[in-house]
């Protein structure tokens, strides 16, 4: 286990009461900020753009701007910003134009869904109303109220009846508006019941969610188990020990839905430990990722084995560039494609700004700065690389900050499973993570992402700061850029842009990016160490850290000792 994971807390629990003055602070600095921004932008959302307006919790009204006059011109990019919705929409018509499919725009008070496709059916206002119209178990919704689901998402609201009508789907819906449970109820209301207790339900997997990382696979596991309460179904989250136990093909012919990433499905398929010819749902999830040239052919395998007839395939991401989109749509067959919102444009729950930091060096400084200030736990900050991601936590941990963990892939199966579990709890303040973070992963309490490094691509920008506002919340996203990654903020800029961040005039006088040039962004060279000017080993940095947790301990106990003059360890 990495040193700094203990060593970051200091093995000290927080004490809510003992620092209930550190407490309020953030609380009343969140309290004073929203009256300030309510007061200032109240009625400036275009309604078309509120689409998350009815989730618990969301004001759904537009953070931050508070530039105005500061060289920012909001008016202007409220009307550039109308003009590119304009523009997009007739992209989006411009797509898919073959002459079979109708356009259906649905338009709800809540929000703005954009369906297409042949036969598309009526959206589903409440659960209530897919009880009625489609053969939900009872179990299911029952379930679905225990966990506070009141109201479907945009989302779910039109995917759901689509997947339980057995259509194809692509659906495009921003980062936290709920598509993992889009495609998990109508997977298994469609399913029925477990299939043990089924009689032609044929022997074999039923269905497959595939996602491109183990801690997503992971997450979505929990959802369907949430679902599955009440009911003997074998939902199975498949990694090394489960795929040992599939061996045995008489207990893998009784397993109802399996979720994983796509590698070691293909080589439990190659060692002829898993088949899929009874697969009935197919599930990507991040589909842009899972269609990219890493996972391409092992997803092409996996859909070349589930051979059932009539397998319905679905395919669900907050992105989903043109490229991409063409080779998914050529995977479904007659399908309905849905957009919740802009495409590739993230909620405007999100308050996003760009900060310039000159150089590499510099955002250290900049960092413990912003961290000095009352700021809101948890954050997320994301590095470009694994050594970066282990170096930033040392340093923090060095610099005093408390109760850092860190993320990345070159850790291990238990170490990434301790960290995301700490981070669930909400032990951990603050998360250093590298792009394995970045998709799908749920914490519902982060309210602050920032991008210590330039995001690769604007998906990957997207993706990254749509770890906050999730599920109706409001978030902030921070973004540092240098000098070397000013040719591509451009790219990151429009998004601001489109979903109705402030951007400084001058941003947005920069030259577009040519084709080549957007292909660089993810490769800005960046030196291992984030502060090259650091003389000491990790060694050292270990013993000072284990120093000022022994001196923080010393004085709480004085400080104990002095409140009560009577405690045992006075006598002693
Ligand atoms: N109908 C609902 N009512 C209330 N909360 C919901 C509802 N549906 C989903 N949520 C909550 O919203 C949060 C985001 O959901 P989810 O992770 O499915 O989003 P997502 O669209 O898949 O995001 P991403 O693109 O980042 O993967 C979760 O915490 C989930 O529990």
Redesign the pocket.
Known sequence: MEAFHVLSRGGVRFDKQRFKSDVQLFSNKKREDEEKEKALFDAQLPPELDFFKY??GGSGKRKAAHNEGAGLNTSRQSEDARKRRKIDESEHSGNNSGNEMEDVVFKRPKDRVTAKGSEVPKPAETFEDLAKRYDVASRLLAN?RK???????G??AHGIPILLERRDLAAI??????????YLLPVMASLQAPIASLKAAGSGVRAIVLAPTRE?AH?IHN?CLKLAIGRKWRVVLFDKATANTLREKNVRDKVDIIIGTPLRLVSAIQQGNLELNNVRHLIL??ADRLLDNEFLAQVQEVVAASTYPDVQKAV???TLPAGVEKLAMGMLRNPIRIVVGLKDTPLPLISQSLTYVADDASKLPSLLTYLAQPYNPPVLIFTSTQPRATSLTEELTLNGISNVDCLHAGMTKKERDDAVGRMRCGESWIMVATEVMA????F?GVREVINYDFPTSVQSYI?RI??TG???QEGKAVTYFTDLDAPYLKSVANVLLQSGSPVADWILKLPKLSRLKKKQMGKVQRVEMVNPARKIGRRDVIKRREMIVASKRRKEKLQAEQADPHSESRQQ
């Open positions: 989730a618990e679905l966990y506070k689901y009141e109201y479907p998402t989302v779910q819906s921003p980062t936290g508006t709920g598509k993992t449970l889009s997503l997450q959802e999830d991040e669900f991401s907050a998709r799908g992963m749920d519902k993706h749509g770890r999730r599920a109706g």
